[in-house]
């Protein structure tokens, strides 16, 4: 079966920001992304977890792309936009899709 190569882009934000991270992507002509929560971890301000919160603030999402590579830069400054001064983080990698016509 035929692939095509794509990027997949992960962006770990505040829950907080999902909504101004999705308005930011859209304007920048990103078609689809989908949005999960992300329930605990471990960085650079140690251990955490979204146990015991009863709001939202206090959590994570994670909102991922697989887009055409020529669209990565729009959709990286963009996100940088609403990540530089918050709490995230953004992963590129590459990745191949069976139906190009949806990216």
């Not at 960085?43 to 999402?61: N, T």
């Amino acid at each position: 079966m035929q692939t095509h190569k794509a990027k997949r882009v992960a962006i770990i934000i505040e829950a907080p920001m999902e909504r101004r991270l999705s308005d930011a992507l859209i304007k920048a002509g990103v078609t689809g992304f989908s949005i999960l929560p992300v329930l605990g971890g471990s960085g650079r301000s140690g251990k955490w977890s979204r146990e015991g919160q009863v709001g939202r603030a206090g959590g994570m999402v994670q909102v991922v792309c697989i887009i055409r590579p020529d669209r990565l830069d729009a959709l990286l400054e963009a996100a940088f936009e609403v990540v530089d001064k918050h709490i995230g983080v953004v992963t590129v990698g590459d990745c191949e899709v069976l139906r190009a016509e949806r990216f």
